[in-house]
């Protein structure tokens, strides 16, 4: 049993290009979201899905694009990245997504720069 | 809006000490969820707890313990007779009622602890 896993761990990109940042877990959830960690500032939500076809907006949505098509998958999208992107990624999953009170799973991050 | 204090940036001590880790919170919900998570220096989160707002008990976990005091909004953490193996990242955080999961996470505690 994998839990979250997300590719690439590490991924250095230029100004202007864009990625796709994987993330897949394999514990049937429903309940999927991506973190954004950065020093001194705690992790920040940026975009959650709550099932196959619904995402909704974090706290910082700003740049980033997301789609779910699967129960299973939840790639997180930089169209353009910038500097202030740079950054400690995690995605999550919880098995019920209608409730703050489940315990989420993270993978174990992705290291983006942004040259 | 929800909001996670953690007022201590970094904390020092030697093996054995005893040391609390404070978190205190912001919500207007009636009902919420308090979390708290540990990242070793391996990068990954790790659960440690979840308290419901409506429970006030404490809890005691091997050298672990959380007091949850809703009179005063907080929610610390002590652990006992300290290990090298604790040091890490500790963040509080925090999500309410059907908010899917939307944790508002605190800045973090960093744990150091010597021989």
């Known amino acids: 049993n994998a839990g979250v896993t997300q590719t690439p761990k590490f991924q250095v990109l230029k100004t202007g290009q864009s990625m796709t940042l994987q993330c897949a877990q394999d514990?049937?959830?429903?309940?999927m979201s991506w973190y954004r960690q950065d020093p001194g500032m705690g992790l920040r939500l940026i975009h959650y899905?709550?099932?196959?076809?619904?995402?909704d907006q974090g706290e910082v949505p700003n740049g980033y694009n997301v789609s779910r098509s699967t129960t299973e998958d939840f790639p997180l999208r930089l169209l353009s990245a910038a500097p202030s992107q740079t950054s400690v990624y995690f995605c999550?999953?919880?098995?019920?997504?209608?409730?703050?009170?489940?315990?989420?799973?993270f993978g174990a991050g992705s290291r983006l720069t942004v040259l | 809006a929800q909001k996670v204090t953690q007022a201590q940036t970094e904390i020092s001590v030697v093996e054995k000490e005893d040391v609390t880790l404070d978190c205190v919170y912001e919500?207007?919900?009636?009902?919420?969820?308090l979390f708290w998570y540990k990242q070793p220096p391996s990068g990954e989160l790790v659960f440690l707890i979840r308290?419901?707002?409506?429970?006030?008990q404490n809890e005691i976990s091997g050298r672990y313990s959380w007091n949850f005091q809703k009179s005063t909004s907080s929610f610390n953490f002590t652990i006992t007779a300290s290990q090298v193996v604790d040091s890490a990242v500790y963040f509080c955080a925090l999500s309410g009622s059907g908010t899917a999961s939307k944790l508002t996470f605190g800045t973090g505690t960093r744990l150091q602890v010597t021989l």
């Open positions: 514990m049937n959830h429903e309940y």
């Open positions: 308290r419901n707002s409506f429970d006030e």
């Open positions: 919500t207007r919900d009636t009902t919420y969820y």
């Open positions: 899905s709550v099932g196959a076809g619904i995402t």
């Open positions: 999550a999953s919880s098995n019920r997504g209608r409730s703050g009170a489940n315990v989420l799973t």
